[in-house]
C-alpha cells in the first residue's frame, strides 16, 4: 500500500518560493515513502513528482502515492531542471546542505533566470516529531535490537574477539527481522572502551577488562541505538563507583526529558550528576540525539541546544565517562517524549552486566 504523500510543513507563500527540490534520501523516503536509492522530489504548493530511474519503476509504483516520472536516461537532475522550466517555477527552494557544488552548478545552467534559494533543514525539523506509525516502527526496531543483544551475550566469553562478537550482534539482528545495523556495531574491551566510537577489532576479550558494545538496528527503516557495558568476572571497586555514576548521571537526564524542556537541559542534568562524582571532564560528547529514519536526527541534546522536546520526539539518552589507559563506561536507551515526560523503550536492564 503506497505511503500518502506528507506535505512539507513549508509555507511557500511566505518565504516567496514555488517550488522545493528535495534530493536527501532520508527526506524523499519521509515525505514519498520511496525507499530506493536514487531519487528526488519537486514539491509545488499544489503538486510532488517522484523522478527515479527504470530500476525503480516497479518499486515506485508500489510505494509512492504521488506522481512518478521515470527517467530514462543520465542523471535525475537534468530531469527535473526540464520540469520546472516546463512549470515556470522561478523561485526553487533546496536543500542546502544536500546539494553538491557541482549539482548547483548544473542547475544553475540549466535554469537561466531562475532564482535559487538555499534553505535550512525545513524537512528535518518536521522529521523531529514522529506520528505514532513512525513510534510503532522505532518500537520495534528497539525490541529487535535488545532480543539481537540478549541471544549475542551467550557468546561473549575470554578469548572472543570484538569483530567476532559485532559479527554475531548482527546476524542475531538480521534473523530477528532487521534489514540492517543503524551504524556500524561498536563493541571495545580493556582500555579501548575508553574510544567512544571505536571500531570493533581482533583484540580478543580478557578476564577482569570493561567491555562496552553500542548497537542499533533498522527495522522497516528506523533506526534504534542502545549500549550496554560488561564485565568479564568480578568488578574492581573502581569500576563499580564509575558504573554507578554513570548510571545516576543517565537516569537524571531521563527525568529531566519532558515537553518544553530544552534540549540543552537534559544535558546539563547530566554533566551535573558526573561533575560531583569528578568525572565531568571524562564526558567528552553530547547527552544524546534524535533518531527516526537516520541514526543521528536533530535534536541534539548538548550542552548549548535551545530547541524544546516535544511529545512524539524520540531520542537517546547516552551519557558515559571514559579515563585513558583504563576504559570507557556508556548507558544508553532509546527514548520517546511523552506530554507527561518520557517513556524509555530500551527494555534491557541497565545494570552493570558480569559475566
Known sequence: MPQPFRAPAFDFASERIDALLITEPANVRYLSGYTGSNGLIVVTPR?????????????????????????????LLPAAAGFLRRLRSRRVGFEKAHLSYEQHALLTDRLPGFTLIPLGPVIERQR????????????RSVATNSRAFDRALKAIRPGV????????????????????????????????????????????????????IDMGATEDGYASDMTRVLHIGRPSPKIRRMYNAVLEAQLAAIDAVRPGVAAGRVDQAARAVLKRHGLDRMFTHSTGHGLGLEIHEAPRLGKRDTTKLEAGMAITIEPGAYVQGFGGIRIEDTVVVTAAGCEVLTPTPKELITL
Do not use: N, W
Not at 523522478?51 to 510505494?63: C, V
Not at 523531529?128 to 506509525?133: D, G, I, R
Not at 562478537?165 to 534473523?175: P, S, W
Open 161 to 212: 574477539a570484538e569483530i567476532e562478537i559485532a559479527a554475531e550482534i548482527e546476524y542475531h539482528m538480521r534473523r530477528l527481522g532487521a534489514e540492517k545495523p543503524a551504524f556500524e556495531t561498536i563493541v571495545a574491551s580493556g582500555d579501548r572502551s575508553a574510544l567512544p566510537h571505536a571500531r570493533p577489532t581482533s583484540k580478543k576479550l580478557k578476564a577482569a577488562e570493561l567491555t562496552l
Open 128 to 139: 523531529m516529531v514522529k506520528s505514532e506509525q513512525e513510534l510503532a516502527r522505532i518500537r
Open 47 to 75: 503538486s510532488a513528482v517522484l523522478f527515479t530511474d527504470p530500476r525503480y519503476a516497479i518499486q515506485a509504483s508500489q510505494e509512492v502515492a504521488c506522481s512518478v516520472r521515470i527517467v530514462a536516461r543520465g542523471p
